[in-house]
């Protein structure tokens, strides 16, 4: 697996160290704000585990992020193939950052950067991101990476409860789209 670079950033395969800080990103309520349930140390052990098994199978998805000027973990990055049962098919684009990281453009930088992978290194004609209509923060990210909204895409996610996280929102863009 590659390790991605920016001017600020490595995505980079998971490492044991990053398990107690993801544990900690995944049991922040305001980390979980527009995802659901925190989750057990287990469970964000577990998701680690499945990031690498498929990115091993697909050589791709979910890339640890860490400072590099500080070699701290901040978060994820990356790309997986969209959920079974949604109204389309392809390869999303994702992120996510712990508070302290939150403000500083990392996300961004990231998702610019995986974009890049994306296109260039995979030859994805396309690629998509979903979030819940709730999540200001992350379409904003979306639209200053060239994404734009499909809304004949929106959906209802079945798999969350009646309130603020069924109602998603799709964005996408192609390789040609302006960065």
């Known amino acids: 697996m590659t390790a ?47 990031f690498q098994a498929e990115f091993d199978a697909r050589g791709y998805g979910w890339w640890a992020v860490e400072v590099r000027a500080t070699g701290g973990f901040v978060g994820f990055a990356g790309l997986d193939v969209v959920d079974d049962g949604l109204p389309f098919t392809g ?20 998702a610019l950067r995986v974009l890049a992978h994306g296109f260039d290194a995979l030859g994805l004609p396309e690629v998509l991101a979903v979030t819940t209509a709730t999540n200001h923060r992350s379409q904003a ?3 200053r990476i060239g994404m734009t909204r499909v ?17 998603n929102v799709v964005y996408r863009t192609g390789r040609s789209a302006p960065r």
């Open 91 to 110: 390869v999303e684009i994702g992120w996510r950052l712990a508070r302290p990281a939150w403000g500083r453009g990392y996300a961004t930088e990231a």
């Open 141 to 143: 990210v979306m639209r």
């Open 151 to 167: 809304p004949e895409y929106d959906f209802d996610d079945p798999a969350a409860p009646e309130g603020p996280l069924r109602p």
């Open 4 to 50: 991605l670079r920016t001017e600020r950033l490595v995505l980079r395969r998971w490492r044991d160290c990053d398990l107690a800080p993801w544990a900690a990103m995944n049991a922040d309520p305001e980390v979980r704000e527009h995802l659901g349930d925190l989750l057990t140390r287990e469970e964000s052990d577990a998701s680690v585990a499945r």
